[in-house]
């Protein structure tokens, strides 16, 4: 079945750097790639998300690429704030009726003041 | 507009005891349903996924279970709980499609098991 790796694990950037976090799946008949974003607490909302016919896409300051030779794709998030923070999502959906998405382990993202 | 509901929204109970959770989906038909399950500081973890009535998908053993009655709703079960049945649980929907689609989630059932 697929799996999913994200990294950082954590992750601490000054407010108006960049964060870049990045993930890693297995199975080659994935073609859904969104990315969730969990406040403490809350739901996971989805921010962003990018199909497999696409290499790359962006909405404002979040940015999402992905390198399906090498299996592999990241979120940018540029000018960060302080209402970034919090644990981001990444996850894969292989074709299928079920639409079984596989999430990453998460990063726990902070914004320094 | 589409509307998702849990409930509970907190639960404290004892080990060994029975559990149900109820999921409802309002403004759509025939979606695809969900349960997950995020321990303290962890990630989503898939435990059933529904794409029709009766239809049922186990992700991982579990002494949960999991049923669909209606077209609209989900349901989360278990008859003696344990210890580690605490955390965070989450139900989802999707319209269904081969390509992959946004899962929308609930408001979430926070689970103590003491």
């Known amino acids: 079945g697929e799996n999913v790796e994200q990294h950082p694990s954590t992750l601490s950037v000054q407010e108006g750097d960049s964060a870049v976090i990045k993930c890693t799946y297995s199975?080659?008949?994935?073609?859904?790639f969104p990315w969730y974003k969990q406040e403490l607490g809350k739901r996971p909302q989805l921010i962003i998300d990018?199909?497999?016919?696409?290499g790359e896409k962006k909405d404002q300051r979040i940015a999402v690429t992905l390198n399906k030779t090498a299996k592999h794709f990241s979120l940018h998030i540029t000018e960060t704030q302080p209402e970034d923070s919090a644990v981001y999502f990444c996850a894969a959906t292989v074709y299928s009726s079920a639409s079984k998405i596989i999430f990453g382990s998460g990063t726990r993202l902070s914004i320094r003041p | 507009s589409q509307t998702i509901h849990q409930w509970p929204a907190t639960l404290v109970q004892p080990v060994g005891s029975p559990l149900s959770l109820e999921c409802t989906v309002e403004g759509t038909s025939n979606p695809n349903l969900y349960w997950y399950r995020q321990a303290a500081g962890r990630g989503l973890q898939l435990l059933f996924y529904s794409v029709g009535i009766g239809q049922i998908s186990s992700e991982v053993p579990q002494n949960l279970s999991a049923s669909r009655p209606q077209d609209r709703q989900f349901i989360l079960s278990s008859k003696k709980l344990l210890l580690s049945d605490s955390g965070f649980y989450l139900c989802?929907?999707?319209?269904?499609?081969?390509?992959?689609?946004?899962?929308?989630f609930g408001p979430g059932t926070r689970l103590t098991v003491l």
């Open positions: 990018i199909r497999s016919n696409v």
């Open positions: 199975d080659s008949a994935s073609n859904y």
């Open positions: 989802a929907w999707s319209v269904p499609g081969l390509a992959g689609n946004e899962q929308f």
